[in-house]
């Protein structure tokens, strides 16, 4: 036993024998006697694929925290890291061994057969898929920054790949796999690319990257490169990997959290509204918590880049996480006031609470313009009224070898950066309300309706919002994106011909002040956060300057095609 002050203590490298003989390795942190009696005690687990040292610190207090507070902790290395037996691919073992790691928890002396586990991204998944394995003894689960369906709400958003975050997690595991298994060079030729970020996405093909290409490493970053399609019935790739056909499994009650800049934002959204309604039992729907905060994926406070947000933003995560388990875990129903949605509100930094996550539109914003809204200065305009004359179209051109640059530029950060000099690029159409005369609360998840033609055989349309402050800073607030092959699937898509697109932005909370204006941004690409589209059949994982194509893209605003943004809001209009 290593002493941790204050009566912890840490029991490191315990071995977990599992039925198909791996073993895996976890470190056990132990509360004080004097402080909490001498146990069994309830236990939280976290399972991770990251060095248990760690346990996900990059966010939460250390263990020895939560020990002090009379818990029994148990951070786990995953099958095939760490020192933990076997071979890692991702996600793929984790719903049976977690379920057999809690079943030898339950017998372990220092718990008392009470289990709460918690951890964000990898590590929330490792809850999900342990909790749809229904095992004894788990009461409650904190996932947190994650995905239950891992195809729309973690590697793929309408058809396009999330590149940078694939590619950067991807090459990150890879790392581990290559040292376990003395792949010396393989191993260098991932560490450049690590250390090389908009180096990682700007390599074409990038499914021949040679950081993730090498045959001699594990395949699992290929597959989800080439297993570009959900699922159907002769394909069970994702179903597979995540938990989408067993939400009903899930009995547990689970506190959800969120950043509205997170890559996997509307992959936990979209994981605590489905266990709303198709978890298990009435117990488990009725007490699934959501909290969406201001923040990116790592860290979670109140700065994001050269961005204040508030003291607020600086949320006790530890402390909510603190009434959560001892809540569940140990009766004191501290948890029983808390709302079952809590969200921070951008523009005015403020937490705000609501019953249920909304599902209304509220509020249609119609395109206009007189044939010219290229970049800032054209003349794009968003009102309430629809168009009732023929409006000119307006056009841009996309080209994948210059495609418009996610929000956050080429390293593709996420947060509320100013997009004033990516809006003065002609190949983005830019549509803008009039200031708002009072408060306009934007809560939930945007759509939009455009109504356009394309030269290409296959296209992206992407949409983004943006909030105009008086000063006249341009903050990103969320975006979407469709490709047609996904859009249009089981429909015919031909180059050239009008198009409805209609499709979601990611989830949002954002309050514009008096004075203050949205804008929509209409462009064909945001890279590197998603992959550019070729504008030829080629696959885009496959497709390099050779076949490239540019295309020009027509967004229509008429009486008979009525393209719009439509918001759903809080109140009042603002106009």
């Not at 989408?244 to 997170?262: E, F, N, T």
């Not at 909290?291 to 109140?302: F, K, Q, R, S, V």
């Amino acid at each position: 036993m290593i002493d941790c002050g204050n009566g912890v203590r840490l029991e490191r490298g315990v071995r977990c024998a599992l039925s198909d003989g791996v073993a895996l390795a976890s470190d056990h942190y132990y509360p004080s006697v004097g402080i909490a009696g001498p146990g069994p005690w309830p236990t939280l687990l976290m399972r991770q694929p990251y060095g248990r040292d760690i346990a996900s610190t990059v966010v939460y207090a250390h263990p020895v925290w939560y020990a002090r507070q009379g818990y029994h902790v148990v951070i786990q290395d995953v099958r095939g890291r760490g020192d933990s037996d076997g071979a890692f691919y991702a996600f793929r073992h984790e719903g049976r061994d977690g379920a057999e790691t809690i079943a030898w928890l339950r017998q372990h002396p220092a718990c008392n057969g009470r289990i709460g586990m918690y951890g964000f991204s990898y590590q929330g998944s490792t809850q999900l898929l342990a909790a749809a394995e229904n095992p004894e003894g788990l009461v409650c689960i904190a996932p947190h920054m994650t995905a239950a369906d891992l195809y729309h709400g973690w590697f793929y958003h309408q058809g396009a790949l999330r590149l940078s975050s694939t590619l950067g997690w991807g090459i990150q595991m890879l790392r581990e796999d290559a040292r376990r298994l003395n792949l010396r060079a393989a191993n260098e030729r991932l560490e450049a690319a690590w250390s090389n970020v908009r180096a990682q996405s700007s390599f074409v093909p990038y499914a021949k990257h040679p950081a993730i290409a090498d045959p001699e490493l594990p395949g699992y970053v290929r597959d989800w490169i080439l297993h570009r399609e959900p699922d159907s019935d002769e394909q069970t790739f994702w179903r597979d990997l995540d938990i989408r056909d067993r939400y009903d499994k899930i009995q547990v009650p689970a506190l959800h959290i969120s950043g509205w800049y997170d890559a996997y934002l509307e992959g936990t959204i979209a994981g605590y509204s489905v266990l709303r309604t198709r978890a298990g039992t009435q117990f488990a729907r009725d007490h699934q918590y959501l909290l969406a905060g201001p923040w990116i994926h790592i860290p979670w406070g109140d700065r994001i880049g050269d961005k204040y947000l508030g003291p607020a933003a600086n949320f006790d995560t530890d402390a909510l996480l603190l009434r959560w388990f001892n809540h569940w875990l140990m009766d004191s129903e501290e948890f029983a006031d808390e709302p079952r949605v809590s969200y921070f509100a951008l523009g005015v930094n403020q937490w705000y609470a609501a019953d249920e996550w909304p599902s209304h539109a509220g509020l249609n914003l119609y395109l206009h313009s007189g044939g010219n809204a290229n970049s800032r200065k054209g003349d794009g305009w968003l009102d309430t009224t629809a168009p009732v004359h023929g409006e000119p179209r307006d056009l841009f051109v996309y080209d994948p070898e210059v495609p418009v640059i996610a929000p956050g530029g080429p390293q593709a950060m996420s947060g509320p950066f100013d997009q004033v000099a990516a809006e003065m690029s002609n190949s983005l159409l830019v549509y803008s309300t009039a200031p708002v005369a009072t408060a306009l609360h934007i809560f939930g998840q945007p759509r939009v309706t455009i109504y356009a033609s394309t030269s290409a055989t296959n296209a992206d349309l992407t949409a983004k919002l943006v909030r105009v402050t008086t000063a006249g800073r341009a903050e990103f607030v969320c975006l979407g994106i469709a490709r047609s092959s996904w859009l249009f699937r089981g429909s015919e898509y031909l180059a050239d011909r009008m198009q409805r697109w209609h499709f979601t932005l990611e989830p949002t909370s954002v309050v514009l002040s008096p004075g203050e204006t949205l804008r929509l941004e209409i462009a064909s690409s945001a890279f590197p956060l998603y992959d550019r589209n070729p504008s030829t059949d080629v696959a885009p994982q496959d497709a390099d300057p050779w076949n490239w194509k540019r295309s020009t893209q027509q967004v229509a605003h008429t009486a008979e095609y009525p393209s719009a943004l439509h918001l759903p809001i809080e109140g009042a209009s603002g106009w």
